[in-house]
């Protein structure tokens, strides 16, 4: 049985920072993309940044410079460090696994499993 386990949300001052953690069992994520989605309240879910099984980051543009995207060494889980956030930043994060292609990575279609989700709620 596949699991995704999101942990690291919580409460930030703007220009704060965070670290996320994905934390996957029942699938080796070196073959797989991992991606992280944020769904704020009214809005839908949404692109945030992907590694895929090529190890190649890729972001959205409301974060890029402000977030990174890695694997972490021996382990099967996947960090998303977010850094200088930014109120419009607060939303439900959730991370998936798939297997994406370079054209598809930003899509929630593209991925097959997914956790339930950490808070992240950024002040000003």
């Known amino acids: 049985q596949v699991q995704l386990v999101e942990s690291g949300g919580g409460s930030a001052q703007a220009g704060g920072s965070l670290r996320l953690s994905c934390s996957v069992s029942?699938?080796?994520?070196?073959?797989?993309?991992v991606a992280w989605f944020r769904q704020a309240p009214g809005k839908e879910r949404a692109f945030v940044a992907s590694?895929?099984?090529?190890?190649?980051?890729y972001y959205a543009d409301s974060v890029r410079g402000r977030f990174t995207i890695s694997r972490v060494g021996g382990k099967n889980a996947v960090y998303l460090e977010m850094s200088n956030l930014e109120p419009e930043d607060t939303a439900v994060y959730y991370c998936?696994?798939?297997?994406?292609?370079?054209?598809?990575?930003?899509?929630?279609?593209?991925?097959?499993?997914w956790g339930q989700g950490t808070q992240v709620t950024v002040s000003s």
């Open positions: 998936a696994a798939g297997r994406p292609i370079q054209s598809t990575q930003t899509l929630i279609t593209a991925y097959s499993y």
């Open positions: 029942g699938l080796p994520i070196r073959n797989y993309g």
């Open positions: 590694i895929r099984a090529s190890n190649n980051p």
